[in-house]
């Protein structure tokens, strides 16, 4: 996947600092210290979580895009011709060629994405890869309500949402996600959805905590982006990266975790932190394909077909709505 092509306006705008200000002050003076982990993905955090994609421990990434590869001749018979694909969050537009170069005879490419200059750059790339493909941006916040323009055709919709970012969701979040997305593509749909699956807690949390340490510094990068952006002074050495899977939750949350004693400066606020004491930044649920098919379920969508790679670890859904 080449990620390098996109990059994210820096620094954030007005908007979005104010944004930032709120939730990490709301987050860092709670009993349990948390950070949400929309706001990894700074120019810095986009680029490194890229660079975590190509880990060996990293197996997520890998194995969709093997499947999708693999499976993509299945996949085409099952979508059929003509449709409409509309992708929730197309990062770098990478899986969207790859899906649109297989399809048979697609009907147009809508990336639907809240940063409008990441948008333009998904657009542009996926014109010039995959030529003949009408490409139909729409800024929007996907996370949120929101419509599709009316120039976007009714007719055999495709929702795509690969990456198991699904799993960043609590699961009752990810239902009405899954909900919304029903009601945004309408009647008739389909949806083609990753999402990783549970496995052992020894390769899941060497997937959350690589050897090369791209991944501690990817959740290290939120401290330097409040640094950054709010004008914070966390002393970023004395805070580690710690990946965890939790068995009975079944989901891998990242923390990090205060080396000693010690206190910050954050927007007029001193924020203190025992020896010890963590700040949740991430959660990252997987699923059992049964739960997988439930939660579907729960959101009007029925499973019509699960794809997976040899060793089980991570699965492609088609959904009907
Ligand atoms: C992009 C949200 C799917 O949860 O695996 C990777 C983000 N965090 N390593 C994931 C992530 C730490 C990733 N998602």
């Not at 005879?105 to 009408?134: M, N, Q």
Request: hydrophobic share 45%.
């Amino acid at each position: 996947m080449s990620g390098a092509r996109l990059e994210r306006a820096s620094p954030a705008p007005a908007g979005q600092r104010a944004a930032l200000r709120a939730d990490a002050l709301a987050g860092l003076t709670a009993p349990r210290k948390t950070l949400p982990c929309k706001w990894l993905y700074d120019t810095e955090g986009a680029r490194l979580f890229e660079a975590i994609t190509r880990q060996p421990e990293y197996y997520p990434t890998r194995t969709e895009v093997g499947i999708l590869r693999e499976q993509a001749p299945a996949i085409a018979a099952a979508v059929g011709p003509g449709a409409t694909a509309v992708e929730f969050g197309p990062g770098d537009g990478g899986k969207a060629v790859l899906l649109l170069s297989r399809l048979q005879a697609p009907a147009a490419y809508v990336p639907v994405e809240i940063a409008p200059e990441w948008l333009d750059a998904v657009a542009s790339r996926v014109s010039e890869e995959v030529p003949g493909v009408p490409v139909l941006p729409v800024v929007a916040d996907f996370a949120r309500a929101f419509g599709l323009p009316s120039g976007v055709p009714r007719e055999r919709r495709l929702g795509f949402f690969p990456g198991s970012t699904i799993g960043n969701f609590e699961p009752t979040e990810a239902a009405d996600l899954l909900r919304r997305f029903r009601a945004a593509l309408g009647p008739g749909a389909r949806l083609l959805l990753g999402a990783d699956l549970v496995k052992g807690r020894a390769m899941l949390e060497a997937a959350y905590d690589d050897a090369a340490g791209v991944t501690a510094a990817f959740n290290l990068n939120l401290l330097h982006r409040l640094n950054r952006e709010l004008e914070a002074d966390f002393d970023v050495p004395a805070f580690r990266h710690r990946a965890v899977w939790n068995a009975e939750e079944e989901r891998v949350e990242m923390y990090l975790e205060s080396l000693r004693a010690q206190r910050a400066r954050l927007a007029g606020r001193e924020i203190r932190f025992a020896a010890g004491e963590t700040i949740h930044t991430e959660n990252s649920h997987k699923y059992r394909p049964e739960r997988l098919e439930a939660l579907a379920d729960a959101a009007g969508w029925r499973a019509r077909a699960m794809w997976t790679d040899q060793g089980r670890l991570f699965s492609v859904w088609l959904l009907d709505a």
